[in-house]
């Protein structure tokens, strides 16, 4: 497992989480068609399937030495990997809406609601947020594993989580927010899926407790690392790089990593993220390797 | 279980959902605290929690000759009432804001992108949905039946349920539909999640198959049920004694039964399905008429 597979683990994993969405949608032609047709648009329109990447990277660490794991193991690993993108597709379709970042751009193609119409974007979104929990009642697991999974992933994505940092990033438009308050925020608004993502590979996988807790420590570093990357790349890359509108959160006077820290502490903060990532996988030994890679991945992007 | 005891226990069960939803919204004052304040005022604003009724009736079904529900099994049923009552708020919500019905009043109260605004709005329905399967997770009774109860949901949430009836009303607008694409929408929109509300209350009472057979015929008609008088009322009824709009679905030219059937036609298919709901549920014997009584509640309601 050296750094240099890491590309070629990551193609594979992206595209097994490709082929469970593209399997597991509704179908272009079932009804509603148009519905179903824009649900896919969202869905599947690239997009860099960290999250994904996440479930299948974590519960790859609970292969005992010499044995894989098994063929429902891993079909549980798709489900839940594709559930975890459904739902970070619906947050985005949201998001975009004029109600709330009036965006009009995402992974470089319109957005849901100026390919369709702002009604449908709203019901796709209403409309993948329940096929995701549908996909984790469906994993060919214990049905014990699938009640810990559907309660890690519903209070992710709720009040306390992903809307919940969503609700508080809307209302601090124009507010100097703390270190801490900026931190509070992102924790729910991104962190929470990124945590739960990869809580929930070990779960579906059957990690031990002791896996677990060096997961909870990996989430807690990379969940906030990543929103520290995307805002860095917010405030140096372009629009064409990015596949969506640069520099569109400052514009916005929106308080970032980078408005409130600087471009070079905001920097200094990552790569103490990323390390902080390598020493919570540590004691995994050779299995936490790939979930160190995926930190660097995380910490290092330029899109 | 005679007739004349029904309104009492309806009043007794709607407490309990009333109680249950109170106790299981995140406080008023946890963080974030206008997300959470808005997500009660949605939630909490009374309605007559039909769905919420029709889980007790199908779950009380299943009680055996002599004996009771047991106390895990009344909690699970709570949960699952409040779970269903979650899931219509929030698509409420939505439903009218601007982009979709564009409604100021609900229940006789400013709607919540009225009373807080459109991003809140959308919001609360973001995050209303997750804590019902949050709720249904955490039911107290087996792991298979948990999973069988957040499937059912999510499909009938989903978009070959409530929010694929969505989609086609709102497309529907100004068309001329057949009976049976009229039908069809409805049995989507709102017949999906009565029938899941009265699945779900027999899964979680550990109904055996002839009961869930009972329930699954019954909610058909009910279903459909619920609709036509809703129509009804939507062409008879004033704002005031409705508590929103009246005649709004005519006026923006939207099919209903009655522009339909007419309200002669209209009010005989009505009658039909009543009958068809109490015949549903003879196999039940005493324990069915509860669920007979809640047929004839609804066919008959007048707000």
Chains 1, 2 share one sequence.
Not at 111 to 118: A, F, N, R
Not at 142 to 158: C, K, M, N, T, W
Request: aromatic share 4%.
């Amino acid at each position: 497992m050296g750094q240099a597979d890491f590309p070629s683990w990551l193609a594979q994993h992206v595209q097994r989480v490709e082929a469970a969405l593209e399997g597991w949608l509704p179908a272009p032609d079932a009804e509603p068609v148009v519905l179903h047709q824009a649900m896919r648009y969202a869905v599947l329109g690239g997009g860099k399937r960290v999250r994904a990447a996440l479930v299948y990277a974590a519960g790859e660490v609970c292969i005992t030495s010499g044995g894989g794991l098994s063929p429902a193991q891993r079909t549980a690993l798709d489900r839940a990997a594709a559930a975890v993108e459904l739902i970070h597709a619906y947050s985005l379709v949201h998001d975009d809406l004029p109600c709330m970042d009036d965006d009009d751009l995402r992974r470089g193609r319109p957005t849901v609601h100026k390919q369709y119409d702002e009604a449908t974007a709203m019901l796709v979104g209403d409309a993948l947020q329940p096929q995701a929990f549908e996909l984790l009642a469906q994993m060919p697991i214990a049905p014990a594993l699938i009640v810990q999974s559907v309660e890690l992933l519903a209070r992710a994505a709720g009040s306390v989580g992903m809307v919940g940092g969503q609700f508080v990033d809307c209302v601090s438009v124009g507010l100097a927010l703390t270190d801490e308050q900026l931190q509070s925020m992102h924790a729910m608004k991104t962190g929470a899926m990124l945590q739960a993502s990869i809580l929930l590979g070990g779960v579906v996988a059957g990690a031990s407790s002791q896996q677990r807790g060096a997961l909870e420590d990996y989430a807690e570093a990379v969940g906030i690392a990543f929103q520290v990357a995307d805002d860095i790349l917010d405030a140096v890359a372009d629009t064409a790089t990015l596949g969506k509108t640069a520099g569109k959160d400052a514009a916005a006077n929106k308080p970032t990593y980078v408005t409130l820290l600087g471009l070079e502490t905001a920097g200094q903060l990552l790569e103490g993220l990323r390390k902080a990532a390598h020493e919570a996988v540590r004691p995994l030994g050779v299995q936490g390797a790939r979930l160190g890679q995926l930190a660097d991945f995380i910490a290092q992007r330029n899109h």
